[in-house]
């Protein structure tokens, strides 16, 4: 869901800016660069100590309008329009270290300012940028910047998009933003403000994307939200607004996008959510609403994605024909106060992407799809489903994801036929039996990153690990399973996070584990592992947690971070272990007192 609101963005700005102004091609014979433009952008250039990017290295020469100069626009005149930079948010040796100068504010025909994804800018919004009065489009997004959003902001009046998200900002959303009468899309999000969504606000006829999600705004959902008749998309998700939903949201016949999950609104869904004509995406959940789910939803013709999981909704569901929300793909009821029993035909029989009925107080077995093939994701966790698992899946081609844990299930793993593709199974917490060795082989599939089949009745030993395998979590913890701990374990080279604990593990713990770079996650506790903890696990430079409690190891731990820091409770009943954060070694007390 996040990548969709992402494109959303994406797609806006670029409709306001066309393309963003990356490069000097659109600009036709530009003038010979202001000399006071060109002391401005070299100021700015200054106050970056340090550029991976390579963007500011080309700011050489008299003329930074000839072209050269990137992410620098001019017109005929030779002033300065653009300054536009976009960063790789997700590679992060790609940044700007740095603060922004206050000089940017002395750009007077400065129309677009995009200084995106640059990670290390830090250091607040300069005053100055008050000055820039043709401004059209101010774009900061993840960056680091600092302290409240500058209320001069309010006086650029051509403002068409302004986004700041993605940084440290803190404080009320300024009341002067109200005065930007031109906006179409305003994304504070991913930030620290705080206190209400300003009234102000409702000045901004013209908005079609509101962005405030990810703060810790308080309040209520203002009535004003219904008079954006042109709004098409509003995230007001994460943060702490309160009170029952405005019934002027519902008036909104033009909004496709609509998040409010995770926070405290309470109340029911009003049955005029169904004039919501153009909704795709409706999501609720993590909130306090209750009562039953309008009927009136089954006429949101273009909904594919509805989430109203963790609240809390009671029966009965609404009855939806084979015609009701036709377009549905992703559907998740999980953890309310649903009592399901069995899954909805309404809900077996449609072509879904994504179905998550955890919680949901189904009973008996696995429900049957009519349309296996184009599940990608299913969670039925946390329910009361029994019997075997042998034939569910069959026909599920696309399935990537599947969670069953907390159930009754009672199978061997021997009956588990899983797809090619799937790259997350957990079954934990049922009452699985047989051995690892039937999903652990040389036929799993590289595909899989995640297995938990942890608190289950699973004995055998762990088997040897071929190269190839892609896993990246491998929980098998509380089970029956014995032997040792095979040494192949460092072919699992993606491991991130590995728990055989409360199981009847014998031997050493093997040297080769030390390999497992990316390994961050380690819980080897209450087996019967014997010998030394190899000092080869110094070489896992981002272990977070690691527990070796209640086994029979003994001698020195392994000196260096993060081992040494530790909680004692993490070496705790073993037979003789020392060293930080244990008492020291007696060897090592001799030697210093000596």
């Not at 169904?274 to 995406?281: A, E, F, P, R, Y």
């Not at 793909?329 to 077996?348: A, E, M, R």
């Not at 003994?554 to 000196?559: D, F, T, V």
Request: hydrophobic fraction near 40%; aromatic fraction near 6%; include cysteine.
């Amino acid at each position: 869901m996040q990548i969709l609101v992402w494109v959303f963005d994406v797609l806006f700005i670029s409709s306001l800016v066309g393309v963003f102004p990356l490069s000097l091609a659109e600009t036709t014979s530009p003038g010979v660069c202001s000399e006071a433009d060109r002391a401005a952008l070299l100021a700015f250039k200054a106050k970056i100590v340090k550029d991976t990017t390579g963007i500011l290295s080309s700011w050489i020469g008299r003329d930074c309008c000839e072209g050269d100069w990137e992410g620098v626009q001019c017109n005929p005149a030779g002033r300065v329009t653009t300054l536009a930079f976009q960063g790789p948010v997700k590679d992060s040796s790609m940044y700007m270290k740095g603060t922004l100068s206050s000089s940017l504010g002395s750009l007077p025909f400065l129309q677009v300012l995009v200084i995106s994804g640059m990670k290390l800018i830090t250091g607040p919004i300069p005053d100055s940028f008050s000055k820039l009065t043709r401004l059209t489009q101010l774009v900061l997004e993840d960056n680091s910047l600092q302290g409240n959003i500058p209320s001069g902001l309010g006086l650029l009046s051509h403002l068409l998009t302004l986004s700041l998200a993605g940084n440290h900002l803190k404080g009320p959303v300024p009341p002067s933003l109200g005065n930007l009468r031109n906006l179409g899309m305003i994304n504070l999000g991913r930030n620290s403000l705080s206190g209400p969504i300003p009234a102000s606000l409702k000045n901004l006829h013209l908005l079609q994307s509101f962005d405030l999600s990810f703060n810790s705004l308080s309040g209520f959902i203002p009535e004003f939200l219904g008079q954006f008749r042109n709004i098409t998309f509003i995230d007001l998700s994460n943060n702490q607004l309160s009170a029952h939903l405005p019934i002027s949201m519902f008036n909104l016949v033009s909004l496709s996008y609509l998040s409010l999950s995770h926070n405290l609104l309470t109340g029911t869904i009003p049955e005029q959510v169904g004039n919501l004509k153009s909704l795709t995406s409706l999501s609720l959940s993590s909130n306090k609403f209750i009562g039953h789910i309008p009927a009136s939803i089954s006429r949101l013709q273009n909904l594919w994605s509805l989430n109203l999981s963790r609240n809390g909704f009671s029966d009965p569901l609404p009855d939806v024909s084979n015609r009701g929300i036709p377009s549905l793909l992703s559907i998740d009821l999980s953890f309310n106060n649903l009592s399901l029993g069995t899954v909805p035909k309404w809900i077996t029989d449609r072509q879904l992407s994504d179905v998550n009925l955890a919680g949901c107080k189904l009973r008996g077995s696995l429900p049957r799809f009519t349309r296996p093939d184009s599940l990608s994701s299913i969670d039925l966790s946390n329910n009361f489903l029994t019997g075997s698992i042998s034939t569910f899946f069959t026909k599920m081609t696309s399935l990537q994801k599947v969670k069953l844990s907390n159930n009754l299930l009672k199978f061997d793993l021997s009956e588990l036929k899983v797809p090619d593709g799937i790259s997350s199974i957990d079954l934990h917490s049922n009452q699985v039996c047989g051995s690892l060795s039937s999903i652990l082989n040389n036929r799993t599939s590289s595909f899989l990153e995640v297995i938990d089949v942890s608190n289950n009745l699973i004995s055998g030993t762990i088997p040897e690990f071929s190269e190839g395998l892609n896993l990246k979590e491998l929980n098998i913890g509380s089970n029956k399973i014995a032997g040792q701990i095979p040494s192949s374990i460092s072919n699992l080279i993606e491991l991130e996070r590995l728990d055989v604990s409360r199981n009847l593990i014998t031997g050493t713990i093997p040297m080769s584990l030390g390999r497992l770079a990316n390994l961050h996650w380690l819980d080897l506790s209450i087996n019967r592992l014997t010998g030394r903890i190899p000092t080869s696990l110094l070489g896992i430079k981002f272990m977070r947690h690691a527990s070796f409690r209640a086994n029979r190891l003994c001698g020195e731990i392994p000196q260096g971070r993060p081992y040494d820091i530790f909680p004692a409770s993490a070496y705790a009943h073993n037979l003789c272990l020392c060293g930080k954060p244990m008492p020291p070694c007696r060897g090592k007390k001799q030697e210093t007192s000596q």
